[in-house]
């Protein structure tokens, strides 16, 4: 069973930056894509960046584009997300997710709370 635990989020100032991990245990992360989302209060889960199994396609959301980075480590069973020039809107809970049957994010782990102030 594949579990995916998220760390790093924490309260910044805007224009500041943040790194999240995310560590997937039961399995190889070499075996799945991965990516990662968010929430906001009173808004429904949005999709920000995606990453491919070898770690060579990477795709992201308009709203990120230019200021976070998605990687991996398969070697150390962990994903990140290299947050830059964060704005208070990016404010929301965030989690990483694995594909590891068919198309769809099936493994989700339980978010970690990033908080951006004005």
């Known amino acids: 069973q594949v579990q995916l635990v998220e760390s790093g989020g924490r309260l910044v100032q805007a224009g500041g930056s943040l790194g999240l991990s995310c560590v997937v245990s039961?399995?190889?992360?070499?075996?799945?894509?991965m990516g990662w989302f968010r929430q906001a209060p009173g808004k429904e889960r949005e999709f920000i960046t995606a990453?491919?199994?070898?770690?060579?396609?990477?795709y992201y959301a308009d709203s990120v584009t230019g200021r976070f980075t998605i990687s991996r480590d398969n070697a150390k069973n962990t994903m990140y997300l290299q947050m830059n020039s964060l704005k208070p809107e990016d404010t929301a809970v965030y989690y990483c997710?694995?594909?590891?049957?068919?198309?769809?994010?099936?493994?989700w782990g339980q978010g970690t709370q990033v908080t951006v102030s004005s």
């Open positions: 990453i491919s199994v070898s770690g060579g396609s990477t």
């Open positions: 039961g399995r190889t992360l070499s075996a799945y894509p």
């Open positions: 997710a694995a594909k590891t049957e068919g198309l769809d994010y099936n493994v």
